[in-house]
């Protein structure tokens, strides 16, 4: 009943900015937490950056002074800004989204943000 929406990716220039955005559809639950992650070609999934139902964002290192993550309580949804991306950014970007009342992590289907040289 669940559905994490996603929208935004594609191809960026070197240095250039993007705009990730995600809304967990047809949920009536409380948002514990929601974010994103993201997994580069040949490496492992990892955090990018996430946001809780304090408002207390959890951002990685490797992306931090870069990246920013807001969240819409009204509209449960997140924005992800990404400014100065670099090739190493390149990844299938995946929206994460944790609920009290569920015991389990909701995913969206992951979309792909290619950084050009």
């Known amino acids: 009943q669940v559905q994490l929406v996603e929208a935004g990716g594609g191809l960026v220039h070197s240095g250039g900015s993007a705009r990730l955005s995600c809304i967990a559809a047809?949920?009536?639950?409380?948002?514990?937490?929601m974010g994103w992650y993201r997994r580069a070609p040949g490496k492992e999934r990892e955090l990018v950056a996430t946001?809780?139902?304090?408002?207390?964002?959890n951002v990685a290192d490797s992306v931090k002074g870069r990246f920013t993550l807001s969240r819409d309580n009204f509209k449960k949804s997140v924005t992800l800004e990404m400014n100065n991306l670099r090739p190493e950014d390149t990844a299938v970007y995946y929206c994460?989204?944790?609920?009290?009342?569920?015991?389990?992590?909701?995913w969206g289907p992951g979309t792909q943000v290619t950084v050009s040289s």
């Open positions: 994460m989204a944790r609920f009290h009342e569920r015991p389990d992590d909701y």
């Open positions: 047809g949920s009536s639950f409380s948002i514990d937490v």
């Open positions: 946001i809780t139902s304090s408002g207390r964002s």
